[in-house]
């Protein structure tokens, strides 16, 4: 159950948003037969927040792939360094320093 979340809240608001339209499609064909301006106005505003809705649970999902994928390749450079990072003092150490005068004449 708790496998692949962010494909599976991708999958449930895909799912949502086609519930959504088929409501929205009944229920305008209702309006539309009864007559009724309101109804079909008010039908898609409740389609537009479904979109918003939907949306935003499939945006979750995407980050949630996004950085399960990015940690796990964090955790496999971390890995490869043997978890440790460079001495960058000594390497600063090592280097001659350079007259910088020289660049200026």
Do not use: H, W
């Amino acid at each position: 159950m708790l496998r692949n979340i962010g494909q599976k809240l991708k999958i449930v608001s895909g799912v949502m948003f086609i519930i959504s339209v088929i409501g929205s499609v009944i229920s305008s064909v209702c309006s539309i037969s009864n007559r009724r301006g309101f109804s079909l106005v008010l039908t898609l505003v409740s389609l537009f927040f479904s979109y918003i809705i939907c949306f935003v649970i499939y945006v979750f999902g995407y980050l949630y792939d996004y950085l399960a994928e990015t940690s796990s390749t964090f955790y496999n450079i971390a890995s490869a360094n043997r978890n440790s990072f460079p001495d960058i003092s000594k390497e600063n150490e090592e280097q001659e320093e350079i007259d910088v005068s020289l660049f200026y004449k």
